[in-house]
């Protein structure tokens, strides 16, 4: 249930995003989420795509450095404490998050997290056990 | 495989006394023919003639590149320009440019130099050689040329450049042999695989790589992206070019070709002799030289003698690989740091060749260097905390190793220039 998500290294220099950004248009490839963390001299984009391999592939023939990693989507009612429950749940277990981050499905109802945790499957079981909806790949694209 | 197994192979002590034979001959020559060395020994009160030992050399003087400028062009030839065949220079990239020339038996002896070199190597008559130094008035490109056809393998002379047109003909004519400066077969690589090519798919069994220094990081990149075996050969346009130094194939240090060529390796502060097997400045004396015979040549490359003897059969004495050069030491916060000793850190950590770019600047008064090192996948992480533990191990590892502290800026991948010819990954700004 494990979801796979693409790394780019980027320095920050201007366009690079918009770079990237372009090169996955023009091959088709679907953005579903997406997040930026920087330092004042690179940044680190990471990405959910509608397919992987054919964006790691594009971006390298593109001189980008890529990486492939799993991360967890969990999927929550877009209401208050939505995100409190989950990260609950997390702290309760002794589990420690590596980086997060969100976005609001098209409906609106529902807001998804994207979740990079220390120990991936400890943090899968728990969050199945406490009844959290885990999202697959193909439903985060069909989303 | 030797291509004069006699003299290759031949017994320290007549090889000694050939040396002394040999050197002699030369001291007496440049002190008769070349006003530059006359003056020098007449000052020094130097007599060749007297000579009873290779020690006694140590009494001459340093021939140096200044030197070789100052007589620009013809002024330390010592034969009258009708009996010179072929004159080289080198680039001009680093001062003046300098000029070289050869009689007609120099251009046997340098083949025959650089046919041992080949052979050492690997390469037979059988063998298709794709020659990619440039062609022209860098020794690099004539010097192999003529070695290779002295050897008997078919020589492709494609010079340099136009990479793409280079492996469109190494497939077509099943090269089997390449030779240029490492960093452009790794260039090649790279092109290939932009190209498309599997190096699997082509000829290609050696490669003999030289002009720059190098490391065994990237021999094992080239060997294994290439499937070749490389070798480094060594030579430089005011000794001879290529041809006076190469690897055999237990690709453990280059013999020098001491029959024709005298080593000593000096402390370039000092310049008294190192211990042996210790790091020092190469200097070259041509034993047997007519056009251009040079005295105890300051190379400024780094070096260390390998006493030991090799399994291959060679009795000439062999040398590491370059470490670099004496001048192109950079004095950092007065500590003496050296680009090889960075690559190799960046090596170790990568597990693949780095592409590097040492930057010096001046800062409040203070010296600073930059190392920018492209992120390929093998350091690039998801997680900002492991990307930053990166650069504190790059850091702290470098800081341990040259002893003093670096700056590390981390780049995208290709993103810092590739080069055809020497690379020159050092950028210093401060202005003294």
């Known amino acids: 249930m494990l979801v796979e998500q693409i790394a780019v290294f980027l320095e920050n220099k201007s366009g690079r995003l918009a770079e990237i950004t372009a090169i996955l248009a023009e091959n088709a490839i679907n953005i579903r989420a997406l997040s930026v963390a920087d330092t004042a001299d690179f940044g680190i984009l990471r990405l959910i795509v509608d397919k992987v391999e054919e964006a790691k592939a594009v971006l390298r023939k593109n001189g980008f450095t890529v990486g492939k990693t799993e991360v967890l989507a969990v999927e929550v009612e877009d209401k208050t404490g939505g995100l409190a429950k989950v990260l609950k749940c997390i702290k309760d277990a002794g589990i420690n998050v590596e980086y997060m981050y969100a976005f609001v499905n098209k409906t609106g109802e529902n807001a998804v997290l994207i979740f990079r945790f220390e120990k991936m499957e400890e943090a899968l079981a728990t969050l199945q056990k406490e009844g959290f909806t885990i999202l697959s790949r193909e439903q985060i694209c069909s989303l | ?432």
């Open chain 2, 1 to 432: 495989m030797y291509w004069q197994k006699d003299q290759e192979c031949l017994p320290r002590p007549e090889l000694t006394s050939l040396q002394l034979e040999r050197l002699t001959n030369t001291l007496k020559r440049v002190g008769t023919n070349v006003p530059f060395y006359r003056n020098k020994f007449n000052e020094l009160k130097l007599h060749p003639e007297c000579i009873t030992s290779l020690e006694e050399l140590r009494s001459y003087p340093f021939t140096t590149k200044q030197d070789l400028r100052d007589n620009y062009p013809y002024g330390l030839f010592a034969v009258p320009l009708r009996d010179v065949v072929r004159v080289h220079s080198s680039s001009g990239t680093t001062g003046t440019a300098t000029v070289v020339g050869y009689s007609r038996n120099d251009i046997v002896t340098w083949s025959d130099m650089v046919a041992r070199i080949l052979c050492s190597a690997g390469v037979t008559p059988d063998d298709v050689i794709q020659i990619a130094f440039g062609y022209g008035l860098f020794t690099g490109g004539f010097g192999l040329h003529y070695g290779a056809e002295r050897l008997g393998a078919s020589v492709i002379p494609i010079s340099s450049g136009n990479t793409k047109r280079q492996i469109q003909i190494m497939q077509d004519f099943k090269t089997t042999a390449l030779v240029c400066t490492p960093s452009y077969a790794l260039k090649m690589a790279d092109v290939m695989m932009d190209m498309g090519v599997n190096p699997n798919g082509l000829s290609l069994r050696y490669g003999l790589f030289g002009a720059e220094p190098w490391s065994e990081g990237m021999r094992q990149e080239i060997n294994e992206r290439l499937g070749i075996q490389a070798t480094d050969n060594y030579g430089l346009s005011e000794v001879m070019g290529p041809g006076v130094a190469g690897e055999c194939q237990e690709c453990n240090g280059l013999h020098i070709n001491e029959d024709h060529f005298l080593v000593e390796v000096l402390n370039p502060d000092t310049l008294e002799p190192v211990a042996p097997g210790e790091v020092g400045e190469l200097v070259l004396t041509t034993l047997t030289k007519e056009a251009f015979p040079v005295i105890r040549y300051r190379t400024r490359d780094l070096t260390r003698l390998i006493p030991e003897p090799c399994p291959c059969g060679r009795t000439f004495v062999r040398m590491s690989r370059m470490l670099g050069r004496s001048d192109d030491m950079l004095i950092i916060k007065g500590v003496n740091v050296f680009p090889m000793q960075i690559e190799a850190v960046l090596f170790e950590i990568e597990g693949t060749e780095p592409h590097y770019r040492l930057i010096v600047e001046r800062e409040n008064n203070e010296d600073k260097l930059t190392v920018m090192v492209e992120v390929v996948e093998s350091i690039f992480f998801d997680e900002m905390k492991k990307q930053r533990a990166l650069v504190e191990t790059i850091k702290k590892r470098l800081a341990t190793e040259l002893g003093v502290g670096v700056e590390i800026k981390l780049v995208e991948e290709r993103s810092l220039e590739r080069f055809n010819g020497k690379a020159a990954r050092v950028i210093d700004k401060r202005q003294l």
